[in-house]
């Protein structure tokens, strides 16, 4: 339903929309981004690489979302958001299919860039489109149960990468990833309710609402925290798959992407945490995250594959609360511009995520897996801070 005029909305359950196309699009925002993790090694064995140049792949796309996602907002602000969430995902379909298609690293990683450039528009708008959509006692649990579409598409996504690479090719698996994001694009045009507000034009200009979210306090802390949540999920991750491919393990690329079935308990945790985060607040949510972060990333140190899984699991569902509050934190303090708000924290978000694929090669060299995971317990010991001095006190929804 359009609402006209300056009459404000009144909400009742009969009119919040309905989740299963938000967590659509959250699945296929997530499906592609990190498809290479799990066939990492494999692709050092084909193009004849270093680690740390095939770690390009995770890096060009989470860089390409980086660089893309405070535009996407602001288009998505001026167009429509429905407009932009669903275009965004048929470019990001193309992108990925024609990944098939690289000779070369280099044309891999070109793609893979394109991957991240197209993926703001259904991330970053995604999560304005709620915000804006959803009752505001509701808001919080609609994102939990968006995000956990996110889990599901980054599950799916590496646990399929491994598979298809292994059993058929990794270039049908971008085929393959491709069409599925197609698939979903035509859903989500059917299924996505076309916003109450319509477009939201705005009179200041695009330099200037940005100057003014970056200067709010809490939402700078914000950004911060994305930026510290991806680094953690995407350095863990992605080294993680060197020390099981290493001996005594000696993972392939199919076991390797099973090792991303932890995904599955952050599917189921993060709607609790959204309703959880509605009655405690952000800040406690965010410190609670950052101590199963820690706790999971020290148990991956030690022998035996099951306790390095059992640390992969207190890690992600960790990781996955702390964005459900982050991002949900950002509904509450953004005074105007929304989608560039949740844009900016999309950007520090993925370049996190950048410095997460890249960063920890250094102390991989140096260290070992236990020099990345004293990188990770060190950027969860940082998230932690800046929630509690960034956030000085919680704000609560209300009915």
Known sequence: MRVGGDC????????????????????????????????????????????????????????????????????????????????????????????????????????????????????????AYINDEWPPERAASAVGAYVSGTVLGGFSGRVLSGILSESLNWRWMFVIFGVVNLAIAVLLAMGLPSERAGVHPHHSGFLRAAGAHLRNRRLLATYVCGFCVLFTMVALFTYVTFHLAAPPYRLGPRWLGSIFCVYLVGAVVTPWAGRGIDRIGHRKAVLGAAAMGVTGALITLAPGLGLILVGLTFCSCGVFIAQSAAVSYIGTVAEHSRALAVGLYVSFYYAGGSFGSSAPAWFWDAYGWSGCVGLIVFVQAALAGIAWFGWPRPILRTD
Request: net charge positive.
């Open 8 to 127: 404000p909305v009144k909400f009742s359950l009969q009119q919040t929309p309905r989740t299963a196309p938000v967590v659509l699009a959250g699945f296929c925002a997530f499906l592609n981004l990190f498809a290479t993790q799990p066939i990492l090694p494999l692709l050092a064995a084909i193009f004849h690489a270093g680690k740390a140049a095939v770690s390009l792949t995770v890096t060009a796309a989470t860089l390409g979302v980086a660089l893309a996602a405070p535009f996407a907002g602001r288009i998505a602000d001026r167009v429509g958001r429905k407009r932009v969430i669903v275009w965004s995902v048929v470019m990001l379909g193309i992108a990925t299919a024609l990944s098939a298609s690289a000779s070369t690293l280099g044309w891999l990683v070109f793609w893979r860039f394109l991957q991240g450039l197209a993926t703001p528009g259904v991330f970053g708008v995604t999560v």
